[in-house]
Nanobody
Framework: VQLQASGGGLVQAGGSLRLSCAAS????????MAWFRQAPGKEREFVAF????????YYADSVEGRFTISRDNAKNTVYLQMNSLKPEDTAVYYC????????????????WGQGTLVTVSS
């Protein structure tokens, strides 16, 4: 599976962005998907998870209620809608694919996109 993330950019605090991650290959629907992020000088951290069918989602406490992960298996794409953005959300955001049923740790993901930079100004 090859992943291509897009949609990052510069936004003011309180604003919104939608990230997309397009996957190649016919087996996209068999992979659980997630978004991670990495801020400068910090470790990569879990943001959101979605199961293969989209029926289960999980979020980091820091984004719960502000971010929404979704997927369209017909389009081989996973999304991250980010609302009420804060300066501390500034990071490079990565999409990732895992063959596991549930996975929230980076080491559980086999495929990674190249990352897209989100910058939130105060």
């Amino acid at each position: 599976v090859q992943l291509q993330a897009s949609g990052g950019g510069l936004v003011q605090a309180g604003g919104s962005l939608r990230l997309s991650c397009a996957a190649s290959g016919r087996t996209f629907s068999s992979y659980a998907m997630a978004w991670f992020r990495q801020a400068p000088g910090k470790e990569r951290e879990f943001v959101a998870f979605i199961s293969t069918s989209g029926g289960s989602t999980y979020y980091a406490d820091s984004v719960e209620g502000r971010f929404t992960i979704s997927r369209d298996n017909a389009k081989n794409t996973v999304y991250l809608q980010m609302n009420s953005l804060k300066p501390e959300d500034t990071a490079v955001y990565y999409c990732a694919a895992s063959p596991r049923i549930i996975a929230t740790r980076p080491q559980e993901y086999d495929y990674w996109g190249q990352g897209t930079l989100v910058t939130v100004s105060s």
